[in-house]
Structure formats: C-alpha cells, structure tokens
C-alpha cells in the first residue's frame, strides 16, 4: 500500500503540471495578442509582424495593412477573448473580438470598428506565432478611409 501513495501523488502532481503548462500556454497566447495590438498602438507595424509566422499565407499583405495603417491613423486596439485554445496543443486557436479605432491626426475624424476574428498558433523556436488571423479587412487602411 506504501508503494500505491507516492504513485498516486507523482500521478497527481503531473496532472496538475500539465494544467499549469496549458495555462502557461494560453498566457504567453495571449501576450502575443497584446504584442500585436500594442505595437499598432504604438506605430511600429514591424514589430506586430514579429508575432507572425512568415508561413502565414497572408503575410505580406497583413504587413502592408499595418504599414498603411499606423503611416495614416493613431491607433487604439481593444482585444476580448472571446473562446480559448482547446485541446489542440500542437497548433491552438482562440477567438476574439478585436475593436480598432483609427484617428487621423489631421482632422481628428475617428473610425470605430470591431470583427470576431479567429487566431491559430504555431509553435516555431520556442515561441508562439500567428500562422493564422482572419478576418484581414479589420487592418485595412483603404476601407479606414473610405469613410
């Protein structure tokens, strides 16, 4: 019976490790998202695209968007999580709904708007990167001035 307790407990206590990894997971999820939307805020689309994947079919475009983007607008970003990774660990998804308000610094005319967006992950050196984001049209800046 000795034998069977510290059994029971190693079992415990990697269960209980393996929650706090996928805590860690879907915290350092998160922080990525809050890179993105921070550095938009603060006029540095290079640095939103570092949380990308250059696998990300739309890479380009999303890095010409954010160029036309922070060139034109002060930016404010707004992210709720709206549903959090599963149980896929190899490549998880969150859904969120990301605000974006652009101003223009020569009128102050704001543009408000917001899109349920869909994020997967990858994992590529030890890091979280975006590898999928959709919808785009949020981040384009023709539509921004359009109205």
Not at 118 to 128: L, N, Q
Not at 135 to 146: H, M, Y
């Amino acid at each position: 019976m000795a034998a069977i307790v510290p059994r029971l407990a190693l079992c415990c206590a990697l269960v209980l490790a393996a929650s706090t990894l996928q805590a860690d997971d879907t915290a350092d999820l998160r922080a990525r998202l809050a890179d993105v939307a921070n550095a938009l805020t603060a006029g540095n689309p290079s640095q939103a695209m570092a949380a990308f994947s250059k696998t990300f079919k739309d890479y380009e475009k999303l890095r010409r968007d954010f160029t036309g983007l922070t060139d034109s607008f002060t930016i404010t970003n707004e992210v709720d999580v709206l549903a959090e990774p599963g149980e896929d660990t190899a490549s998880p998804a969150m859904t969120v709904r990301w605000a974006i308000t652009l101003t223009n610094p020569q009128t102050q005319y704001s543009n408000h708007r917001a899109r349920e967006m869909r994020i997967r992950f990858v994992r590529e050196r030890d890091k979280w990167q975006i590898a999928e984001f959709a919808p785009l049209d949020l981040f384009d800046p023709a539509q921004a001035q359009q109205r």
